[in-house]
């Protein structure tokens, strides 16, 4: 549900003080954890050749399909070569929050079936934990109050995952309740799963919500994920790990048995390595889901192949618009990392047209009809979910906040649930909300994005997705300078996140942004840009070398 604010600057205002996490700060410590990582990670590929870069690592859906269908591979083997990743390397990590314990019969199941023509077939995938799945594993949003909670149902995405032959390998850590338990930051961080890290530099955020799913991607534990986005919680950590996040239209992907936070905002989507990867699997996810009606707009609007709008040469004689108010200016490093993108998009033949400010910037920074929006959504959507969902667990908001309370010891430990508090303790009428929701969508797509759009000819958007990780601060929360992800967010349009660049060793990416169901056009301009560029290595490991 990401942040109970107006995309980062804070509206509602209560007290963010976080208890002490004696852990975080150590020099020793983070020493320690990077040569513990990078142990591992030689270990591993030393026992298994398979893991090296030469081997497995890297490698993308069709290259994997490839040399499963000249008898090279099978899903068992590659399932065995994730989950011996996982076992070696995540520890340190904190990305999956529980493994399948069915992955390896899922698997030779599907290699007892053949391939059958499907386009996931064998491919290993994490869900974040916000996900459903009718199986052994749990579904908990990173909070002790679900433990236990088993699904009778796979979530629709999940079934749609099945169905096109991918292996469910686990769950994956994310910021508790989708970042939306405290009003500061704490990215990665759940009661459940603990501290995810940056495997860049592992004592840097992995920005949040959907952490541990871009973690685990970036760090070849799983083919690739699913994650979910209120504001930023795809594609913000994205940026943060040098992987691909695609956050798609409301409506088009269906988000039944998934745990809600605003479903005027509430997205599904797959985080990869690659754009291709990415567009595979959007792919199979899309279409229109009976248990959410959102999806009744994407009817005629959906393709159950986005790669045939990948195009090497996709940027030749595209128009794309640079929104400098507001959008850049936070973080020099970003901004630099940017400059040069966009002198790629230009040398790939994309017309830049620069500035194209989004005329209502400064407005959707600090929309108080978007605070109304939130807690009115969140509150009855929680409510609802909690009431419904199989199993003892608290069975209302109220009822959950008294369980954080009774167990403050793990769940209070470092982060302060004021964002749920203030949800339950703020209320609006139907008629505010009402009011509040036309208000987000008359700024964020009439006069906003859809209007620099219109006025500049563009095809879309260009801008830093975020600033370089900060580092993990649990005593005060992170650090957030600012970032691209709330006008699409408001607008319920979509919004690409690719790697663009490193700062000191620290991911930044750019993202691609435009109007509803224009998911083709930006996955091929992603695309596009990708192969120009081509910025994404794998992650180090490492300690940071830098401090600020």
């Not at 390998?169 to 890290?197: C, D, F, I, P, V």
């Not at 949040?208 to 799913?213: A, F, I």
């Not at 230009?346 to 005329?359: L, S, Y």
């Not at 109220?398 to 004021?418: G, K, M, P, S």
């Amino acid at each position: 549900m990401d942040r109970i604010d107006t995309s980062r600057r804070t509206v509602l205002t209560l007290g963010t003080t976080a208890a002490a996490a004696p852990w975080l700060g150590a020099a020793p410590a983070q020493a320690q954890a990077a040569a513990k990582a990078q142990a591992a990670a030689k270990a591993h590929a030393a026992a298994h050749p398979a893991a090296t870069p030469t081997g497995l690592d890297e490698l993308g859906i069709t290259e994997l399909r490839r040399r499963m269908a000249e008898g090279r591979l099978d899903a068992e083997r590659l399932t065995r070569h994730y989950l011996e990743r996982i076992e070696h390397i995540d520890p340190l990590l904190r990305a999956v929050i529980e493994v399948n314990p069915d992955a390896l019969s899922e698997a030779r199941r599907l290699d007892a079936e053949g391939d059958r023509g499907r386009p996931l077939h064998g491919m290993p995938v994490l869900l974040k934990d916000l996900v459903e799945t009718a199986d052994r594993m749990h579904t908990t949003a990173g909070s002790l109050a679900l433990r236990g909670l088993r699904p009778s149902a796979d979530a629709t995405v999940a079934a749609r995952l099945r169905a096109a032959g991918a292996v469910i390998l686990g769950k994956t850590n994310l910021s508790e309740w989708a970042g939306g338990m405290s009003l500061t930051h704490h990215a990665g961080w759940s009661a459940r799963g603990g501290q995810t890290r940056n495997p860049y530099k592992l004592d840097r955020s992995p920005n949040e919500s959907s952490s541990g799913t871009a973690v685990a991607v970036a760090a070849n534990l799983c083919v690739a994920g699913i994650g979910t986005e209120t504001n930023g919680s795809i594609i913000d950590p994205a940026s943060a790990n040098c992987v691909v996040g695609v956050k798609p239209t409301v409506g088009l992907v269906g988000r039944g048995g998934v745990i809600p936070g605003v479903p005027s905002q509430d997205s599904v989507g797959p985080i990869a390595r690659t754009v291709r990867d990415a567009a595979i699997l959007l792919g199979t996810l899309v279409g229109i889901d009976d248990r959410d009606p959102s999806t009744g707009a994407s009817r005629g609007r959906f393709h159950r192949d986005y790669t045939r709008f990948l195009d090497t040469d996709g940027l030749r004689g595209a128009r794309i618009g640079v929104p400098r108010a507001v959008y850049f200016g936070y973080s020099h490093h970003a901004d630099e990392i940017v400059e040069r993108a966009i002198a790629t998009l230009r040398e790939a033949g994309a017309t830049v047209v620069d500035p194209a400010d989004i005329p209502t910037a400064e407005q959707l920074e600090d929309l108080p009809s978007s605070t109304v929006v939130q807690v009115y959504e969140i509150k009855r959507a929680l409510n609802n979910y909690l009431a419904d969902a199989p199993g003892d667990h608290p069975r209302s908001l109220a009822e959950l906040i008294a369980f954080n309370r009774t167990h403050a010891d793990r769940e209070l430990r470092y982060v302060r649930q004021d964002g749920l508090e203030a949800v339950q303790q703020l209320d609006y009428t139907e008629r505010e909300y009402r009011q509040a929701l036309a208000t987000n969508h008359r700024l964020s797509r009439t006069e906003g994005i859809d209007a620099v759009l219109r006025r500049f000819r563009l095809d879309a958007l260009v801008m830093p997705t975020t600033g370089p990780p900060a580092k993990i601060d649990l005593i005060r929360g992170d650090s957030y300078g600012g970032g691209a992800s709330t006008p699409a967010a408001l607008a319920g349009y979509p919004a690409i996140s690719v790697p663009a660049g490193f700062a000191f060793g620290l991911p930044v990416g750019l993202t691609f942004m435009a109007t509803a169901w224009s998911e083709p056009t930006l996955l091929r301009l992603a695309h596009a840009y990708e192969q120009a560029s081509r910025v994404r290595r794998p992650p180090t490991y490492r300690q940071a070398d830098v401090g600020f």
